[in-house]
């Protein structure tokens, strides 16, 4: 086994079982009273499995069985392992938006692993939320943990075509409302694009996430790219198990990992993988808790860098199963090696450079080589200009190369609703030159910045043929999603961005290349507007809402709530009760 730093009285938990008095017999008679047997837990490491497994979290259905099977690991390297069911935030399910819920999974796994006597933790999530949530909870803990991704599902299939979650979805429904494709169609396309548990098995935000935490060094060497119902899935659980126990030994700790230069690796993967917008949202508040600044226009600048090497839907043909066999993350990270610090600390003990060390591609039309590349620079962009002064984001691979340059008048939604009421009227004024804007779609707006962002064709230019216009919004947008959508607009339109003083006809410019988003209103014109403008009321006065809108940041800080930035540690809890 590994040098132990710790003795058994060093442990956390000890301070729970360990003592002779009052509340350690309590503690120990609790244990005993659940039919463990005192060489269950004595002087042995308390492993949590903060699961967040749910009957409404399709994503994560195998997390009961794959929470034995990280016990299994733990009892096998001589820990003892207890399941902590936390909020299973579901992307599919949750309204307004997951978002909302995103910081509230971040404080309970914290304040779970505080309040209970935990020594290191085995962090068990996968869906879009629950990867930046977990992390960022368990960082502001500081215990020593592994991040176990819950793998990407099967390839969809409908008629033999392969299936992209969300992103054929997307596809098929412009198909349907465009009157090429019949109701049953769209029924049978509905029964083949989820054919099994795991989380979207696109380059969407959960595949994205799960990527940028394996680069960070939390999760095993691998584990990000495995199909969660391939049988190497439950063997990765069970080691995890066996590793968590052996990291709290050497009291391997998440600040061993969360350096700059490993959340710079984070930042160029995503690039390479055209990932998801929501990165940049995630990212920054992941970094945020570990007390590394980051900002978008960190972002930017890594993109220079950074081609595009994954050929993964949004932005290009596979799924993550063919990732997996192409040689999965690992691989990846081989063809950039050069432009990644392979000195970065791992969970298992090792530096990123050796666990990729004999990491290889094995179909280079999946994951492409540099001068194959789908694109020399990276997937993401911030904009910046006087619509968007604190920065906006898009994804270009996803959008149609000619409108990456576009000028054009805009048509003004002033929120969702208004949006679904006349996007597809006869009367709504616009052609495929129309810049389409929705206002109050960000973390107040909307509330919890819903990834409204792709906001969809009029149906009068659908029937025309047209697949994509320029689209901008301070929502998000999925990480399935595709199209000249502008993003994260910042200050957002709800607390009197300028988003929110637009009006049909003004023209907006959009240059990718230049990296401006530029309202063509002149500065006097928008202070008589500013001075007009009137904020809405508050959608919460009380509960989880009230707290939410209280404290929510932009953005461009990443939506964390502004009293769980990094700071002073907050004082372990006294076990005298
Ligand atoms: Fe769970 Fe997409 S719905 S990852």
């Not at 060497?221 to 066996?242: E, K, L, Q, V």
């Not at 994804?395 to 000619?402: V, W």
């Not at 607009?489 to 961005?497: K, L």
Request: glycine share 10%.
């Amino acid at each position: 086994m590994a040098s132990h730093k710790l003795r058994p009285e060093d442990l956390r938990s000890h301070r729970w079982f360990g003592g002779g008095d009052l509340s350690s017999q309590g503690h120990r008679s609790r244990a005993l009273q659940m039919g463990y047997g005192r060489e269950d837990f004595t002087s042995k490491p308390v492993i949590a499995i903060i699961n967040t497994w749910s009957d409404l979290l399709p994503c994560h259905a195998h997390f009961r069985t794959r929470a034995e099977e990280v016990k299994r690991g733990v009892w096998q390297s001589g820990g003892f392992p207890v399941e902590l069911p936390v909020m299973a935030v579901s992307e599919t399910f949750q309204k307004p938006t997951s978002m909302m819920y995103r910081n509230f999974l971040a404080m309970e796994t914290e304040e779970m692993l505080r309040s209970h006597p935990i020594d290191g933790a085995v962090l068990m999530g996968g869906c879009d939320k629950t990867t930046p949530g977990l992390v960022m909870g368990a960082t502001s803990m500081g215990l020593p943990f592994i991040y176990l991704p819950a793998g990407p599902m099967l390839r969809g299939n409908w008629k033999g075509e392969q299936l992209g979650s969300g992103t054929d979805r997307w596809k098929y429904w412009a198909e349907l409302r465009a009157g090429r494709i019949t109701e049953d169609d769209w029924r049978e396309v509905e029964e083949g694009i989820a054919r099994s548990y795991g989380h979207c098995m696109v380059m969407g935000t959960a595949s994205t996430m799960t990527s940028a935490v394996e680069t960070l060094g939390l999760t095993l060497p691998g584990a990000a790219s495995i199909p969660a119902a391939d049988s190497s899935h439950p063997r990765m659980a069970t080691a995890t198990g066996r590793r968590i126990v052996e990291m709290v030994w050497e009291d391997l700790r998440p600040a061993a990992m969360l350096t700059p230069q490993a959340f710079d690796n984070a930042i160029k993967v995503v690039h390479a993988l055209s990932g998801s917008t929501n990165a940049l949202i995630h990212l920054v508040a992941m970094a945020g808790r570990a007390g590394v600044k980051l900002d978008w226009d960190h972002f930017d600048k890594l993109s220079e860098q950074v081609p595009v090497l994954a050929n993964l839907r949004p932005a290009g043909q596979y799924l993550m199963e063919d990732f997996y066999y192409a040689g999965g993350l690992r691989a990846l990270l081989k063809e950039i090696e050069s432009l990644l610090d392979t000195k970065c600390m791992t969970v298992n003990g090792k530096t990123l450079g050796e666990n990729i060390a004999t990491a290889k591609v094995n179909n280079t039309d999946v994951i492409r080589s540099r001068e194959k590349a789908l694109s020399q620079t990276g997937g993401l962009a911030v904009l910046r200009g006087n619509l968007a002064p604190d920065g906006a984001v898009i994804k270009p691979l996803a959008a149609e190369a000619r409108l990456l340059k576009h000028t054009g008048p805009a048509v003004v939604f002033k929120d969702y609703p208004d949006l679904r009421a006349r996007i597809d009227s006869d009367d709504l004024k616009v052609d495929e030159n129309s810049v389409l804007v929705m206002q109050n779609a960000g973390p107040l707006g909307a509330p919890g910045m819903p990834e409204w962002g792709q906001l969809p064709i009029p149906k009068k230019l659908l029937q025309k043929g047209i697949r994509d216009m320029v689209r901008i919004s301070d929502a998000r947008m999925s990480g399935t999603s595709y199209g000249t959508c502008v993003l994260h607009v910042t200050p957002e339109a709800h607390v009197g961005g300028p988003l929110a003083l637009v009006k049909d006809g003004d023209l907006i410019e959009l240059d990718v290349a230049a990296r401006k988003l530029e309202l063509k209103v002149g500065p006097e014109e928008l202070a008589k507007r500013k001075a007009a403008w009137k904020p809405r009321p508050p959608h919460y006065t009380r509960g989880y809402g009230k707290v939410f809108s209280d404290h929510v940041t932009q953005a461009n800080k990443g939506c964390d709530f502004d009293f769980l930035h990094a700071g002073a540690p907050t004082p372990d809890p006294d076990t005298h009760h």
